[in-house]
Every structure is written in C-alpha cells, then in structure tokens.
C-alpha cells in the first residue's frame, strides 16, 4: 500500500547523465558523502553516551542529495542547510570536528556552543543557520535571491526542504514570488516519504513537482539516491538562475532510512518500505562508479573514518562554553565592517578556470 502511493506521489524520476563531472569531482562526491555518513554515525554513538543533548537527526541514506546539490555551487552562493543536509555544510568545508562539537554543545562547536542540535550555519562558508519553523529558509533563500537580482549580481541562492513543508503557507508564499520576480533560486524538495510520522499519501494529494509550473517556472523529479543526477539537475537549474531564467523545483525521490531524531523508532514505517530502499543506498551507488574508475573505494572509506576518529577526539578533549558568554552576541554588534556572509568552498572542477 505504502509503495503505491509512493509511485503515485513522486512520479517518474529522472536520472539526468552529466558531461560535467571529472574523475576527481566523482571521488570528491563519494568522499563527502562518506564523511557525511560518518560523521552522522559517530554522533549518534555520542547521542546515545548522552553527550549530546535534546535529539539527534540524521540524513542516514539522504546523502547524495546535500551533497549532490551543494556540489554544483559556487563560492558566492548561498546555501539554506536543513536537518537532513550535513553533506552540505561539509562540501562547503566546515570541518567534521566543528560540527561534532556543535552536536555536543562544545564552545568549538558552530554556534559557539549556544545549542547541540542542527540549527546551524557557518556564515564563513556562506551557509544560513536555519531555524526551526518549517520552510522559513524557503523565504529567506528567496529574499537572497531577490536582493542578487536588485544588484545585479550573477549569484543563486538553493534553500533545501522537507515533503512535510510543502503544505504550508510560507512555501506557496515563497514559490509565488519567485516565479513572479524570476529570482535565481533553486527549491529543492527532499521527499523522504515522511514528515515525522505522516507518509505523504496523507500530506499532498498531487504531486507537489507539479506545483513549480503553477507558479510559472519548471519542476523536475530526480532520483535523490544518485549524487552524480543531484548535481546535474542543480547545475542546469543554477546556469538557468543565473542566465536570468529565474528558479527551479527539484524534487529529490529519496527516503528517510531513519526515524525522524534518534528518540523516533519509526515503528509506523512498513519495514518493506525502508528495506525496498536500502538497496538503492547512494553510497553503494556511487561507490560502484569510482571502483569503475579505478579508485580504491575501501582505501578512501579508511581514510574517512580515521579522519572522523581524529576528529571525535579533538570535540570530545574541547571545553563546555563559559556559562558567563551566555548573553554574548544574542544582539548583532554594529560594526559596519563586518562581512556577515563569507563566500565558501566550491570544490566542483567546473569553477576552476
Ligand atoms: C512549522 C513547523 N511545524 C512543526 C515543526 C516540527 N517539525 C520539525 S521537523 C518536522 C518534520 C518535517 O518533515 P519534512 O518536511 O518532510 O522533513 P524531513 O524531516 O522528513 O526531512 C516537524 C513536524 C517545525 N519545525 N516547524
Ligand atoms: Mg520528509
């Protein structure tokens, strides 16, 4: 039942081939999304060692669409992360120490040890912390955008977000003025067939890829387990932005392999279902591809995990924050000088010129 519905709500996905990626670039994709992975898998060890506080969310099989996406962006972009999307905050070049600290609520962590949880951004790598309220970051990435488009700026701003917010106002609002102004933004829907608990047979009753052409600009279905289709559709769909065509809805097919936070057993997910999906798992996919080229996938797997040990090590030796900082910076200074967004890293081979 479950996987009827599933067809009929995500439609066919594309697998678009892409000319743009060098055996270097495919490597890189694999080794973020093994970071990724790691990382992920380490603090939840640390979660359930009650080092770190609240939940701990994850995007455990979802890494080919942080990953993927963020690949095809350039330094001077801007990028709203979510709760799924750490393979982002690692192509951008936070490093797997900061944000285990952060997890843990370290003064080494991103927000300076202010939370342990996933509302973060480096503004050094031009990533926007989100916040909580679901899909705020829809409007900002498209304020972003807006205010690229007034000053003539050849820049995109991608915003990621969940099937569960595409029924709510702030996403239509967000859609509406996008198309309207031709902003260069691209949405992408991460469809992981749920929103906590709600499968989308009871959240949308069309497709929501649909939606993109109601508001005037075009929406595509990709495959959201395939790195190397995440990044071309992003690719194209950033070229169009910023050539002036205005924004794009990708939907990501993927699946939430893991319950919503890590206090969530997902007992009301059909155990058919998640083990349909393990096999289509992005980093057997992609891991698949580099061994074509030759690379040696476990040699790199190694070198992953003994980084994200190496890193573990130095979060878990990091001190707590000064309790008397706990004021600091909940007002913005004035400084004038202040940059409040720094460009971040592009590693695409595709920017290097
Ligand atoms: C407006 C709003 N309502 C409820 C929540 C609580 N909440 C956080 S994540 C989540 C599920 C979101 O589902 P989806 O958008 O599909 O993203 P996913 O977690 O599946 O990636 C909910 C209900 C919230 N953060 N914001
Ligand atoms: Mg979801």
């Not at 380490?42 to 359930?48: D, E, G």
């Not at 939940?55 to 095809?72: K, N, T």
């Not at 996938?297 to 707590?320: C, F, I, N, S, Y």
Request: with cysteine; net charge negative.
């Amino acid at each position: 039942m479950a996987t009827s519905s599933t067809e009929r709500l995500t439609g066919p996905t594309t697998h678009p081939e892409t000319a743009h990626l060098t055996p270097d670039d495919r490597v890189g994709l694999l080794r973020d999304m093994l970071l990724m992975r790691a990382v992920e898998s380490r603090a939840m060890n640390l979660y359930r060692q009650g080092k770190v506080p609240g939940s701990f969310y994850d995007g455990f099989g979802q890494e080919a669409v942080s990953v993927g996406a963020a690949w095809a962006m350039a330094a001077e972009d801007r990028l709203c992360v979510l709760h799924r999307d750490l393979g982002a905050h690692l192509v951008r070049g936070v490093s797997p120490a900061r944000i285990l600290s952060q997890y843990m609520g370290r003064a080494d962590g991103i927000t300076d040890g202010r939370e342990g949880n996933v509302h973060f951004g480096d503004r050094r790598t031009g990533c926007v912390g989100m916040v909580s309220m679901l899909p705020d970051m829809m409007v900002v990435a498209t304020g972003m955008a807006m205010a690229f488009k007034l000053r003539r700026e050849a820049r995109c701003a991608l915003t990621w977000f969940g099937d569960g917010s595409t029924s709510r106002g702030d996403f239509h609002e967000a859609m509406n003025w996008a198309g309207v102004q031709h902003l260069p933004v691209i949405f992408v829907l991460e469809n992981n067939q749920y929103a906590y608990s709600t499968p989308i047979d009871l959240q949308f009753a069309i497709n929501p890829v649909q939606r993109a052409e109601g508001y005037g600009f075009p929406g595509i279905s990709v495959d959201g387990n395939d790195a190397e289709a995440m990044f071309e559709a992003t690719r194209a769909a950033r070229e169009r932005a910023i050539a002036g065509g205005g924004p794009t809805l990708i939907e990501a097919v993927t699946m939430r392999m893991h319950g919503h936070g890590a206090h969530d057993d997902m007992k009301y997910v059909p155990k058919a279902l998640v083990e349909e999906w393990r096999k289509k798992d992005p980093i057997d996919r992609q891991s698949a591809r580099v061994a074509q080229l030759g690379h040696d996938v476990d040699a790199l797997r190694e070198e992953v995990l003994a980084l994200v040990e190496q890193a573990t090590k130095a979060a878990l030796a990091g001190p707590m924050p000064d309790p008397a900082t706990a004021t600091d910076r909940v007002f913005h200074p004035r400084d004038a000088d202040e940059i409040l967004l720094e460009d971040g890293a592009a590693p695409w081979s595709g920017f290097r010129s």
